[in-house]
């Protein structure tokens, strides 16, 4: 095995992963027999927090069936997840290790690691079709991140998941789906992936505006001390702050929907009937308070909420908001 397969293995897992992947060879650190050692060589490296050993053939690999005894020898060595890894692998060698549970990858083409609960073997898949609904959550943060903050110099996976609460891999993700409905493109500087929008402001809000979904899933009718609760102020309390439109009643506050369960059990938050509430809590697809420094969620985010909604008053107060942001 050329040492150039440690770089390649670097790269390929650093664009899958959307992250940095720092790929190093092991060389006689484990207790292992002596034809293993002429026959792979050993890389480290670490992904998702798990340590992963790579266990790369030196020449013509063994049958799959021996490559799974090879791969159960290291595991009972050291406590990895542990790889086969090879310049290249026929489709029955792949089926094969497949069959005997062996994670594989072959850079520049395919990724099997099932304990890292990833499955990207297809590397020439066709491009994923954006779903009817629109953009995912995290695309859709990642757009309104852009058009809020044009100014700050983010556009990897890694500082824009910083900032978003997600992990640099939803964002590489998202990427794929802001490329899909050719809303950006992305290119590569160094070992770094870059988006970049294919249009500003008020033009790119439109051409995304079909796109656009509601970060809402549910809203709860809630009894309890909101005191110290750092919820964003959202729903038509929000949009009432923020334009002309008369506040609601009952005020809404916003949550991101995987943090709910734990900030109602944690401040004795009691979900109830709209009679009995003390006020509204919208759980939302993305975390509100990973694009908002304010008070109140972003307008952005408002605007994808309401501007098609059923009141021609609250629409109308949604465009209003937009048209008044100083980066249009």
Not at 49 to 58: K, L, P, S, T, V
Not at 104 to 133: C, K, S, T
Not at 259 to 283: C, F, I, P, Q, S
């Amino acid at each position: 095995m050329e040492e150039p397969f440690a770089e390649a293995l670097e790269r390929y897992l650093g664009e899958t992963l959307h992250d940095r992947i720092r790929v190093t060879e092991i060389g006689g650190t484990f207790a292992l027999p002596s034809f293993l050692e002429r026959t792979y060589k050993l890389y480290e490296a670490q992904i998702a927090g798990r340590w992963c050993i790579f266990f790369a053939a030196r020449e013509n690999a063994a049958t799959p069936s021996n490559i799974a005894k090879h791969v159960g020898l290291v595991r009972s060595a050291v406590e990895a997840v542990v790889v086969f890894a090879a310049p290249s692998l026929s489709a029955h060698n792949r089926s094969r290790l497949l069959s005997h549970g062996v994670a594989f990858v072959v850079p520049g083409n395919q990724l099997y690691i099932p304990d890292l609960a990833m499955d990207l073997r297809e590397h020439f898949r066709a491009p994923r079709l954006q779903d009817a609904d629109g953009l995912s959550p995290a695309a859709q943060a990642v757009l309104f991140h852009h058009l809020l903050r044009p100014d700050e110099n983010a556009s990897t996976p890694s500082l824009i998941a910083k900032r978003l609460h997600y992990s640099a891999m939803s964002i590489g993700r998202a990427f794929d789906d802001l490329v899909a409905v050719r809303l950006a493109e992305t290119e590569k500087h160094g070992k770094e992936r870059h988006i970049r929008f294919k249009a500003a402001g008020r033009q790119l809000l439109d051409a995304a505006r079909g796109h656009l979904r509601s970060p809402v899933r549910a809203v709860k009718f809630v009894k309890g001390d909101l005191v110290g609760v750092p919820l964003k102020t959202a729903g038509e309390s929000a949009l009432a702050e923020l334009t002309d439109l008369s506040r609601p009643r009952m005020d809404t506050y916003a949550v991101a929907a995987s943090d709910w369960k734990t900030t109602a059990r944690d401040r004795g938050l009691v979900e109830t009937d709209r009679h009995n509430a003390d006020y509204m809590v919208e759980t939302w697809s993305y975390d509100p308070a990973g694009l908002s420094n304010m008070p109140t969620v972003d307008p952005l985010s408002l605007y994808a909420q309401f501007k098609d909604h059923s009141d021609e008053r609250v629409a109308a107060a949604a465009e209003r908001l937009v048209e008044g942001l100083p980066w249009l």
